[in-house]
């Protein structure tokens, strides 16, 4: 799950990290008010328009803008809401701006140079182990460092057994070439930072950038966290953070359906029961010509309900041109599972594409009996590979 940006360093600075400070709003005379107040609060002269959205390079679509007085403010903030701001990350659709936020200028001058770095914490699934990964160049693309120069790209990983030590932490303020009280903040930054990582099941933290003030502080200018889902059932007040108007709302459906469902860009549909066997159905897909159009995974209860709602999900995508069901009886008998597909089918009236069902496991020849006897325009197969030929030969007629 992702957050937004004000959310993420309310939920950074709970654990001590330090961060830009801003205030939200959704409306520009709300961004007015946040802007008087960051001016008495924090004695910030300008103040920076941010667009709160979930997608990073939110600047170069013209979604951050600095404002040096309020009537600056009035003007960005109006320009800012409800446009569309499309980056290189929302695809070419892009998204709507509903809230912003105010945050104050931390480019104040002072008696050293400012500096702009980048750091992230993420789980490096080929060792089991968080990692902390860093750079000097900050501010900028972090893909386009990686691809140019991995060389100024440092990874610190941490043992779960004694978890961040002192000595990595200063490792990371040196790397980065910072002294004095500059080098301390940093050390401070880091510990904090991962204390905040691993306390609430977080998948990745993304600090771009990474700010050295010029008198020496330490800051998160911009913070982008994402939750691990499966972890959420313990944080009830992360996920009342989650804004379903930043999702897509056949995903969004689809979570209150109690489906696992992830749209893609093809032209199959997939129906399947199980994370694994959804992998392999999308693979035999693209071996048969088509293009997956969506994960879906219905579980192990294949009722009637759930794979009707699961039918009219796939469905809403105008790209379906075929619908493959591929169900393994295990916990459900293949036979059950083909009755409520045909009760399923016949509740929607009529199913404008080609539907494949691949019933395999329990009872699997009695389930293809059942749906090549009910009459409807449906195809069946029991191996994988017939279901495979059957999605080549629907979708190129």
């Known amino acids: 799950m992702n957050i937004h940006e004000y959310q993420g360093k309310q939920i950074l600075k709970s654990f001590g990290v330090a961060v830009q400070e801003g205030f939200v709003a959704e409306t520009v005379e709300q961004a007015v008010e946040a802007a008087k107040k960051l001016k008495s609060d924090f004695n910030s002269d300008f103040a920076v328009i941010k667009a709160q959205i979930h997608a990073g390079g939110r600047g170069k679509g013209g979604g951050v803008k600095v404002a040096k007085n309020l009537d600056d403010v009035r003007e960005k903030a109006g320009a800012i809401l409800g446009m569309t701001l499309v980056t290189p990350q929302t695809g070419p659709k892009g998204k709507l701006v509903n809230k912003v936020l105010v945050a104050q200028d931390v480019y104040y001058p002072g008696p050293n140079p400012t500096k702009e770095f980048y750091m992230s914490v993420l789980l490096n699934r080929a060792t089991g182990r968080n990692i902390i990964m860093y750079t000097t160049e900050g501010g900028m693309d972090i893909e386009e460092v990686a691809e140019h120069h991995p060389d100024k790209i440092w990874k610190e990983e941490i043992d779960p057994k004694v978890g961040l030590q002192a000595f990595q932490a200063r490792k990371i303020a040196f790397n980065l070439g910072l002294s004095g009280e500059a080098f301390k903040g940093m050390t ?150 083909a009755q409520g597909i045909v009760d399923a089918y016949k509740n929607m009236g009529s199913i404008n594409v080609p539907i494949i069902i691949r019933l395999q496991g329990t009872n699997a020849v009695e389930a293809k009996k059942i749906i090549d006897e009910s009459g409807l325009k449906v195809f069946s197969a029991i191996q994988l590979q017939e279901a495979a030929d059957l999605v080549k030969q629907v979708i190129n007629k």
């Open 188 to 337: 401070k930054f880091v510990a904090s930072l991962y204390k905040a990582y691993d306390s609430i099941d977080a998948s990745m933290f993304e600090i771009n950038p990474l700010f050295k003030t010029s008198d020496d502080k330490i800051i998160a200018v911009d913070a982008k966290v994402t939750f691990d889902g499966n972890g959420l059932y313990r944080h009830p007040d992360y996920e009342a953070m989650r804004d379903v108007t930043e999702e897509d709302p056949t995903e969004v459906e689809a979570k209150a359906a109690e489906l696992n469902y992830v749209k893609l860009e093809g032209n199959v549909g997939c129906m399947v029961n199980g994370a694994g066997l959804a992998m392999a159905t999308m693979d035999i897909i693209k071996l048969s010509g088509g293009e997956p159009a969506n994960f879906l995974d219905v579980g192990g209860t294949a009722n009637a309900e759930r794979v009707e709602k699961a039918f009219r999900i796939i469905l809403k995508d105008p790209s379906v041109k075929a619908i493959l069901v591929n169900i393994f009886g295990g916990i459900v008998r293949c036979d059950r599972v």
